[in-house]
Nanobody
Framework: QVQVVESGGGLVKTGGSLRLSCAVS????????MGWYRRAPGRERELVAV???????NYADSVKGRFTISRDNAKNTVLLQMNSLKPEDTGVYYC??????????WGQGTQVIVSS
């Protein structure tokens, strides 16, 4: 049984920073990419950033230069450092763990609110 647990959300002012953390436990055999997605109010869930097991990263254009994704393979954790936050970054952030088998698992989500 795979468990994906996020932490680190909260309320921050425009220009502030937050760091999200996600831990994957249970079966970690063949764990591949890990990523962060978000769902803004009234919008569909979208990719924020993803990192492969080898460390390759991909970011949404809207967060490039402001967000940094990193992972610790020994601890099966992935971090999302968010700087220069904007009100449009508000949403529920979800961690995703993708396996080489094609299965993927979601966390329960953590709320990020950026006030103007």
């Amino acid at each position: 049984q795979v468990q994906v647990v996020e932490s680190g959300g909260g309320l921050v002012k425009t220009g502030g920073s937050l760091r999200l953390s996600c831990a994957v436990s249970g079966s970690i055999f063949r764990l591949n990419a890990m990523g962060w997605y978000r769902r803004a109010p009234g919008r569909e869930r979208e990719l924020v950033a993803v990192i492969s097991s080898g460390g390759s990263t991909n970011y949404a254009d809207s967060v490039k230069g402001r967000f940094t994704i990193s992972r610790d393979n020994a601890k099966n954790t992935v971090l999302l450092q968010m700087n220069s936050l904007k009100p449009e970054d508000t949403g529920v952030y979800y961690c995703n763990a993708e396996y080489l088998t094609g299965y993927f698992y979601w966390g329960q989500g953590t709320q990020v609110i950026v006030s103007s």
